[in-house]
């Protein structure tokens, strides 16, 4: 304690210099500010660095000399905690591009709802380009699907399980098409109003290709059959 009591900020935190510290503080010194507060990273004692959360306040008592003073509080588990955070969502967000499927939750009272990237990508957005909600999720709703699709999600309110299930067609910015299979939960509160939306968006583009490919050979193949048949009893 006594070994703390003789240091200085620029002790503990040595990239700061004095002109640097003292325009930190200086606001509230001219009462600007009541209280600052900041992150930073000081220096452990065995010298290896700590990440830090600092309430500062400077105190003027009648009659005593002003001082600072100081709250710090040692975050190096948020940080953990953080970083682990970053890194769950990083690879979330690696697992949907790679299974092209979106994730979404839906505000039934604003509108307004949070998109996963690949979400914002299988709608045809740049991620961030629109505000995520019903309208710019309708806007992408090719027209001819678009009244079986809210007919689906509304009917979610009513049913017991609160679920829904359509599949329709994206009209992408570029005339192309994309065919998703969407999926979608209602939240109810105690008294069964509905409140949020939660769901998925999987892009089953190249499935229903493949199934109409192996629908086509099939037709094919029957009508080969067909036409040998009639030849041998020719």
């Known amino acids: 304690e006594s070994e703390l009591l003789d240091m200085t900020p620029l002790d503990i935190k040595p990239e700061f210099d004095e002109d640097a510290f003292r325009a930190m503080i200086d606001p509230l010194r001219r009462g600007?500010?009541?209280?600052?507060?900041?992150?930073?990273v000081h220096r452990h004692r065995d010298g290896h660095p700590v990440p830090v959360e600092v309430f500062l306040q400077y105190v003027e008592t009648p009659g005593d000399t002003p001082r600072?003073?100081?709250?710090?509080?040692?975050?190096?588990?948020?940080?953990?905690?953080?970083?682990?955070?970053?890194?769950?969502?990083?690879?979330?967000?690696?697992?949907?591009?790679?299974?092209?499927?979106?994730?979404?939750?839906?505000?039934l009272a604003t509108g307004k709802a949070n998109w996963s990237r690949e979400e914002y990508r299988l709608l045809g957005y740049t991620p961030g380009e629109v505000e995520a909600g019903v309208e710019a999720f309708l806007a992408r709703v090719h027209p001819d699907d678009l009244d079986r699709v809210r007919t689906e999600m509304q009917a979610a309110m009513t049913r017991?399980?609160?679920?829904?299930?359509?599949?329709?067609?994206?009209?992408?910015?570029?005339?192309?098409?994309?065919?998703?299979?969407?999926?979608?939960r209602v939240r109810f509160d105690d008294a069964r109003r509905p409140l949020h939306m939660v769901g998925t968006?999987?892009?089953?583009?190249?499935?229903?290709?493949?199934?109409?490919?192996?629908?086509?050979?099939?037709?094919?193949?029957?009508?080969l059959v067909a036409e040998r048949t009639r030849e041998v009893r020719d």
Do not use: C, K, N
């Open 201 to 223: 968006t999987l892009d089953v583009t190249e499935t229903r290709r493949a199934e109409r490919e192996l629908e086509a050979h099939r037709h094919r193949l029957e009508a």
């Open 160 to 184: 017991d399980s609160g679920e829904y299930r359509v599949e329709h067609r994206v009209a992408l910015p570029d005339g192309m098409e994309r065919i998703v299979l969407e999926q979608g």
């Open 68 to 107: 600072f003073v100081a709250i710090v509080v040692d975050i190096s588990e948020r940080r953990r905690g953080e970083a682990a955070l970053r890194a769950s969502e990083a690879q979330l967000e690696e697992a949907q591009a790679i299974a092209h499927l979106g994730s979404w939750d839906l505000d």
């Open 32 to 40: 600007e500010h009541s209280t600052l507060r900041f992150q930073t």
